[in-house]
């Protein structure tokens, strides 16, 4: 429960105290103003350089930065998530209870990145009249999960990380829509990276079965250590994205991939005649 596990070369990194509130409150607001920097330099990068940013709607663009957005923060997911399941030995003598310097920095920022989807999420569906339930859901338990951590300080790090880890799929979801809108649904590349993105949905379903056996075979322990409310908030969502979410987004991203359709925007693109990922003439990004 005490985060004091770290090794020399990372302890100079990451050695903060974070029992303190201050500590957890001030690395919060950095994850969000951080990937919130990272959205408005997409948007800067973007609007300088790609012809095919110039040609989306107001939404879209919206959708645009927050999926380079995403795909950074999923970056940052696979690293941290891959080194506890695979190198950090504390974490492998203890699933429930462990905690390190290095993962308090890294779920407290994945914490402020899902403030930030939240707010994005919600003044989008406020500003143009939509309501997209399972990634309102979706972002809504991942930030409770990660936000709990700041809470109750003594709540274990492997979980939530493994939760990170499930953002291993965002990059090539970056990629693979970024391409659809630039007309690049018929080149090797955008069908080699749907095959990637496909395989990593899987990758995602078996990675969730892991936490299910890690939960079930610690019952008692992890209800102890995480508590009632955080408990019940990290159950909720585990069993969304087991039981629903994973499912439709694995169908959705097989259907995709042997009929590219932007399906995010695919009521929008009839009613403006326009096709998504198949145009006459190629954009250039």
Known sequence: MNPTHD????????????????VRLTFLAAGFLIYLGVFLLSHWLSSWMSTTYHALYAKEKVFW????????????SCVAGLWALLIDPVFHADKVYSQQKWSWFNCLIAAGFFL?????????????????????????????????????????HY???????????TPSTCISWMLLKAGCANTFFWKANQWVMIHLFHCRMILTYH?????IFNWNSVLENLGLLHFIVLFSGLFAVTL????????????????PTDWNFENKAVENGRLNGETHQKKRI
């Not at 090794?7 to 201050?22: A, C, M, R």
């Not at 979980?159 to 799929?169: A, F, H, V």
């Not at 979410?245 to 259907?255: A, D, E, I, Q, V």
Request: hydrophobic share 50%; charged share 10%.
């Open 7 to 22: 090794d020399p070369v990372s302890g100079t990194i990451f050695d903060w105290d974070y029992l303190l509130w201050e």
């Open 244 to 259: 629903i979410l994973n499912p439709y987004w694995t169908y959705k991203k097989t259907h995709q991939l042997l009929s």
């Open 65 to 76: 930065n927050m999926a380079v957005t995403r795909g950074v923060f999923g970056l940052q």
């Open 159 to 169: 979980l939530p990380l493994m939760g990170m880890l499930l953002e291993m799929s």
């Open 116 to 156: 930030l989807e939240n707010v994005a999420v919600h003044m989008s569906n406020i500003i143009f009249r939509t309501f997209d339930v399972f990634l309102v859901v979706h972002h809504l338990l991942a930030f409770g999960g990660l936000a709990g951590l700041v809470i109750n300080v003594k709540s274990g």
């Open 211 to 215: 936490m299910w056996w890690v939960c």
